[in-house]
């Protein structure tokens, strides 16, 4: 965890992987694809994943329609745009690499684990899953 010592906050982490044409599992690097401070690229996750965007006095079109369709805010999924950002980033991640590659993303998934805090174990209590075909 980043915040050694500060056991009264819980923390929520998330971990990229992509699957590979050829069927392997790897793990991506997003502030490698977004070519962003790591901290800010992170920012940008547990934004999408809480919603955030839905949450602004002036929203995108496209966030009020969705809103709108659901109802309210407080019926949204979590995560109600995380699909676009895994597409993004795969679609970023399998462009630096040849068409006939192999290590080519046909998937690209985000895992969220939350530590509740209390003490120095548990950190590997799953939340969720987004998965995104590519």
Do not use: C
Request: proline content about 2%; aromatic content about 10%.
């Amino acid at each position: 965890m980043m915040a050694g010592g500060e056991l009264q906050r819980s923390r929520t982490y998330f971990i990229l992987k992509g699957e590979t044409l050829d069927g392997e599992t790897i793990d991506i690097r997003a502030a490698g694809l977004t070519n962003g401070l790591y901290g800010r690229t992170w920012g940008m996750v547990g934004a999408t994943a809480s919603n955030d965007a839905f949450k602004m006095l002036s929203m995108h079109p496209a966030n009020e329609r969705l809103l709108s369709q659901v109802g309210s805010f407080d019926l949204l999924p979590q995560g109600a745009r995380m699909s676009d950002l895994l597409q993004a980033w795969g679609k970023i991640y399998n462009e630096r690499l040849p068409q006939s590659s192999t290590k080519r993303l046909r998937a690209i998934s985000l895992d969220m684990y939350r530590w509740d805090s209390g003490d120095y174990t548990g950190f590997d209590r799953f939340v969720e899953t987004w998965r995104k075909e590519l």
